[in-house]
């Protein structure tokens, strides 16, 4: 994945697309301050992971901007932070669909015996466990809470 954003970095360097270029900076340094902070950790992260787990929070962070800007009447930032999230999400690999992340759940249900909303924690650890590179967690919380009440 590192590659694939330097590629692109250096495709959009060539083509003088000066807000792709920024954007995919941003996502180098983001990837270079999680190494740092990893070389401190006694966790070994496969780089991939690591990765999918910077774009992922940069994504969510996109997304709450959005959503300030136009509860705020800033519509011009608002589309700033779309065009940044179009091309964080060209990185991430594709999330799990509303019916696989069901499943997933009934799955992890039935592996931990869990049926009572106290066991939410653990049913959402071992989701992340399995499934947390492509699994949308904030959807997931929802679905877990709804499905163990």
């Known amino acids: 994945m590192r590659d694939d954003i330097k590629a692109a970095t250096i495709t959009a360097m060539k083509a003088g697309e000066k807000e792709r270029t920024a954007t ?12 740092i902070e990893m070389r401190t950790s006694n966790k070994d992260v496969p780089d991939d992971e690591l990765v999918t ?26 589309e700033n932070e779309r065009a940044e999230l179009s091309i964080i999400e060209e990185f991430l690999p594709q999330m799990m669909s509303e019916e696989d992340t069901r499943a997933a759940i009934e799955d992890v249900k039935l592996t931990l015996g869990v049926d009572s909303i106290k066991d939410m924690g653990r049913v959402m650890g071992e989701l992340k466990a399995r499934h947390g590179a492509v699994l949308d967690m904030s959807k997931a919380s929802a679905f877990v809470k709804e499905s163990l009440s």
């Open 53 to 78: 787990a910077v774009l992922q929070k940069m994504a969510k962070q996109r997304r709450e901007s959005i959503t300030m800007y136009v509860d705020g009447g800033r519509d011009e930032l608002a």
């Open 24 to 35: 995919l900076r941003q996502i180098s340094a983001k990837i270079k301050d999680r190494d």
